[in-house]
């Protein structure tokens, strides 16, 4: 396939370099050109500008938020410079609102829109094991199939309506914040009391919390080793944030991710925002009075 993406920070270069070794014609565009110019390297074409990314069969995106992928123009003004028949894969975590949206102004120009928000950190992206999480039409993610299945291990197809896709991906994000906290809390408890957290890190990941964020997150917060950042916590705020306003628009109430909001404003406020999101356990320690 010819396939544009747009978006390489450390997600969308690992993403779109797994498609480029698959053999697919690949133009990437980004506001900085050093991930371009290292894609180029190996095979891609630099875009000189972003519609040159959208004249394929397909545009893959990984922008960071709403905000970014509006500033691009694409939930909009570059859609309609973009080839008849494309198809938009936005591998992006983006509010549910936003999606809706994204979804009528490509519907508008004859254009499909598939959501496909993806789980998984750098490593996981560069490796090819993320889990992509798809909605929109049938056909549509149908043709993108063979590119999933070249950047994720699993592809977890939620319904034809986009915007289920960005609140599945919301909710899961809702998850991993909310066990941070969780082992943030449980570790700074041990702390004061005197306990082993490594000890207790290693029994529980390996049997009641067996699982990839309980064994990842929980070393990383064991060791108090919140850098280099998988996941900035900033992002983190922006994901948490998406919860409360999902949740706001369905009529229900979400107090754990009022709490995980005011904590991660907290951490940010205390120059955290740059470090990985489990340094949320840093500041729990911090108000619990350790070091």
């Known amino acids: 396939m010819k396939i544009g993406f747009i978006g390489l920070g450390k997600m969308g270069a690992a993403i779109a370099g797994n498609i480029l070794r698959a053999g697919h014609e690949l133009t990437v565009w980004n506001r900085s050109p050093e991930p371009m110019a290292e894609l180029a390297r190996q095979g891609a074409v630099a875009a000189k500008s972003a519609e040159d990314a959208l004249q394929g069969d397909a ?15 694409l939930d909009g003004a570059l859609l309609a410079r973009a080839a008849k028949g494309l198809i938009h894969a936005n591998v992006a975590t983006i509010s549910v609102d936003f999606a809706r949206a994204l979804a009528a102004a490509h519907e508008k120009r004859g254009l499909d829109y598939v959501a496909s928000p993806v789980f998984g950190r750098p490593d996981a992206a560069a490796a090819g094991k993320l889990i992509v999480v798809a909605a929109g039409k049938e056909a549509a993610i149908a043709k993108l199939q063979p590119v999933f299945d070249v950047i994720g291990r699993r592809t977890a197809i939620v319904g034809d309506a986009p915007e289920k896709a960005n609140l599945f991906k919301i ?8 066990s941070l906290e969780t082992m943030g809390e449980a570790h700074a408890l041990l702390r004061k009391g005197g306990v082993d957290t490594a000890l207790f890190h290693e029994v529980l990941s390996n049997s009641l919390f067996a699982g990839p964020v309980y064994q990842g997150y929980g070393a990383a917060i064991t060791a108090r080793q919140y850098e280099p950042a998988g996941f ?3 992002l983190g705020l922006k994901d948490v944030n998406l919860a409360r306003e999902a949740a ?6 979400l107090p754990l991710a009022d709490l995980m909001r005011a904590h991660f404003d907290e951490a940010i406020a205390a120059g955290m925002g740059e470090k990985d999101w489990s340094a949320i356990a840093a500041l729990i320690a911090a108000k619990a009075g350790l070091r």
Request: hydrophobic letters at 65%; aromatic letters at 6%; glycine letters at 10%.
């Open 59 to 73: 545009l893959f995106s990984m922008l960071a938020s709403d905000a970014a992928i509006r500033a691009v123009g």
């Open 232 to 234: 900035e916590l900033a």
């Open 248 to 253: 706001q628009g369905l009529a229900m109430p």
């Open 171 to 178: 909710a899961g994000n809702f998850m991993i914040a909310a």
